[in-house]
């Protein structure tokens, strides 16, 4: 029989959810950034998932995402418990931008690093984002399994890809593979370098903790989709009935590709952005990805892939400058 689901002072009993907050920071004025919280116990037995989003405040795709998978969830059915927190970072999301830009503004250099992301495992005597990563770690900790929902910051845009920590963590990396697969989004990036496998990113952190995790990323940053979203809470209901702790039929892509590196490319002339080939799109070394035209309509750079790969990530932006970036390819 199933126990209470019992966290940061809320007991939930088997066969039923709540919803709470839980206190984070305390600002100048006295008043709390609180985390919301939505607890499910399921009235069976089986494995508790952490599931987080916005931790970016333009990341607003991930908390409509998660938050329509965890609907339509009947916890007298799930087995198993989830902790999800669909707002990790409350002050970016009231900035609506990426980061708490006016904690960052008041004391720059006192608030770096800036991004509660890149903290993990956090310091509860750190600065506002080492102590929003602490807090959140709290929560990860009391867990079997780590989900962490993004989008791209504006004006980007990725398929719906997985991005799994390094593959030297040992069985929990090897776990957060299988799950990444279950969750059915077509897209894995499997890699060894770069920022998505860094030592501070949550999934590399909680999963070095033994607490398998991985990032999945969908859509683009501050725009809320409803494709995007529907498509994201099929995949967290993917994971879930993959892990066997909810009834369903999982949506199994047309086809997995898994990926060895991001080759990400940047404008060397600033202009107008005109991209040419579709997001997901397989191309060749030499195709024309994108064309970039100066204020008078003079074309003034093509970006071509410098080898074969997979358009998984386009820039949506009009007008880009030298040493942005305009589009990013998967290696196989």
Not at 65 to 85: E, W
Not at 249 to 276: C, K, S, W, Y
Not at 317 to 323: I, M, N
Request: aromatic fraction near 4%; proline fraction near 6%; charged fraction near 20%.
């Amino acid at each position: 029989m199933m126990q209470d689901l019992t966290i940061e002072g809320f007991s939930v009993p088997a066969g039923e959810r709540a919803r709470g907050q839980i206190s984070a920071l305390e600002l100048a004025d006295g008043s709390s950034v609180q985390l919301p919280l939505v607890l499910i116990n399921g009235a069976k037995p089986g494995p508790r998932i952490y599931i987080g989003a916005g931790i970016h405040g333009d990341e607003v795709n991930g908390i409509a995402l998660v938050n329509r998978a965890l609907a339509a969830i009947d916890p007298k059915t799930l087995s198993g418990s989830i902790v999800c927190c669909p707002v990790q970072q409350p002050l970016a999301l009231l900035a609506d931008h990426r980061l708490p830009i006016s904690q960052y503004l008041k004391s720059p250099l006192d608030q770096a690093p800036t991004d509660a992301w890149t903290c993990f495992p956090g310091d509860p005597q750190g600065n506002i984002a080492q102590v929003m990563a602490a807090t959140l770690f709290r929560l990860i900790s009391q867990c079997d399994a780590a989900l962490d929902v993004h989008t791209p910051t504006r004006g980007g845009r990725y398929v719906p890809i997985a991005i799994l920590p390094h593959m030297n963590l040992g069985e929990p990396a090897r776990e957060a593979e299988r799950m990444a697969q279950l969750l059915g989004t077509g897209w894995i990036m499997r890699g060894d370098k770069g920022m998505y496998v860094s030592d501070g990113i949550l999934c590399v952190e909680a999963t070095k903790a033994g607490i398998p995790g991985f990032t999945f990323e969908i859509g683009e940053g501050g725009r809320l989709e409803e494709d995007q979203v529907a498509i994201g809470a099929q995949c967290v209901a993917n994971l879930l009935i993959g892990l066997g702790m909810i009834e369903g039929d999982q949506v199994p892509p047309a086809e997995t590709h898994v990926m060895r590196d991001f080759l990400g490319l940047r404008a060397n002339r600033g202009g107008l952005l005109i991209t040419e080939r579709a997001l997901g799109e397989a191309v060749k070394a030499g195709d024309v990805l994108c064309r970039i035209f100066n204020v008078y309509g003079d074309e003034v750079e093509v970006v071509s892939a410098p080898e074969d790969g997979l358009l998984v990530r386009t820039t949506t932006l009009g007008s880009v400058s030298k040493g942005e970036r305009v589009a990013t390819l998967g290696l196989l």
